[in-house]
């Protein structure tokens, strides 16, 4: 693997490999001594053009953990202040020679660009409404963790489907693993012809009973140059998940951060169902994995087969 752009881009049987050495991570994760030396000497840049918490802090302390250096750059603040173009930029930071560059940008398509740029390894933590594969990667570790295996599982995408980078890698990671998806939301929320990426439609949560998993999106706001509800209310009246629409049995996600009281009720959120707190846990290690996979499991060993989503930990050196 080159650079981390797009789900799209991956197979089953390369997913189940980032998935396997997360494992292997997440065995480190509980030694006394939590940092190997597989990236010492190699440097690793953090870009970030737009508002993060969980994938820059998890990437961050990924490059740490593997004893890679780390130059971490928030655009406010830094040249692009000044009007520096994302081109100077990356020219500018690719002088310290780095191995990879995390970027976050609100432009669909800035990842790709610099990886045409660029010669370190290049992994998109999401592109304006385009793509978010780290995001996508982790929510399927989560998963695979707690159901073994998400062949024929019915996982519903819930909410504001058209703003959501989100929605579009993990819509692609959960089929690409055997799982199927239906996306509901307000017809104004929902991407005309999204059915031709093989989900189902839903403008109601009628049959959310349905669901084996209630993967729940943000109303984003930020990205609303309209309306696209009548308000705030009327959309958590009909679409908010809370403990009443919420089965027992049902796993809930979401990517975060949550509005509290919009998509999600706080109970919803506190809930025994809710995995919200172990897709973070999970961010670390696999973005671990992501890093590994990209700077140092070059020839080191075959892909597995495409196999039965069972989780196959990889054995990982001594600490650094
Ligand atoms: N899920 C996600 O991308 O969160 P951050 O915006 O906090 O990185």
């Known amino acids: 693997m080159r650079h981390l752009l797009t789900i799209e881009q991956l197979s089953r049987a390369e997913i189940e490999a980032i998935l396997d050495r997360a494992e292997s991570f997440a065995e480190?994760?509980?030694?006394?001594?939590?940092?190997?030396?597989?990236?010492?000497?190699?440097?690793?840049?953090?870009?970030?053009?737009?508002?993060?918490?969980?994938?820059?802090?998890?990437?961050?302390?990924?490059?740490?953990?593997?004893?890679?250096?780390?130059?971490?750059?928030?655009?406010?603040?830094?040249?692009?202040?000044?009007?520096?173009?994302?081109?100077?930029?990356?020219?500018?930071l690719s002088a310290y020679d780095p191995a990879a560059i995390v970027i976050r940008h609100p432009h669909a398509g800035a990842a790709q660009l610099v990886a045409e740029w660029a010669e370190a390894a290049v992994v998109n933590a999401g592109d304006g409404k385009h793509e978010h594969p780290s995001q996508a990667l982790l929510d399927v570790f989560t998963l695979r963790r707690r159901l073994d295996s998400l062949e024929g599982k019915q996982i519903w995408i819930v909410g504001d489907v058209l703003h959501s980078r989100v929605a579009r890698s993990n819509l692609s990671a959960f089929r690409a693993m055997g799982a199927e998806v239906t996306v509901c939301g307000p017809p104004t929320l929902i991407p005309r012809g999204i059915e031709a990426l093989g989900c189902k439609v839903a403008h109601s949560l009628e049959r959310l009973g349905e669901a084996d998993v209630v993967y729940v999106l943000r109303l984003q706001r930020e990205r609303m140059k309209e309306s696209f509800v009548p308000s705030i209310r009327e959309y958590a009246v009909h679409f908010q998940i809370d403990s009443r629409r919420l089965g027992p049995r049902q796993l809930l996600m979401h990517p975060g951060p949550v509005n509290r009281g919009v998509e999600l009720s706080g109970e919803a959120i506190d809930s025994p169902q809710s995995l919200i707190a172990e897709q973070v846990a999970s961010g670390l290690v696999v973005r671990m994995a992501i890093l590994y996979e990209l700077l140092a499991a070059s020839g080191e060993r075959p892909a597995p087969a495409a196999g039965d989503g069972a989780a196959r930990p990889i054995p990982i050196g001594q600490p650094a």
């Open 28 to 92: 480190v994760g509980r030694r006394d001594i939590k940092k190997v030396p597989i990236l010492r000497g190699r440097t690793v840049v953090s870009l970030f053009y737009e508002a993060s918490t969980r994938t820059s802090s998890s990437f961050e302390l990924a490059a740490k953990r593997l004893s890679a250096d780390l130059v971490s750059v928030r655009a406010a603040g830094s040249s692009v202040d000044k009007g520096e173009s994302l081109k100077d930029t990356v020219a500018t």
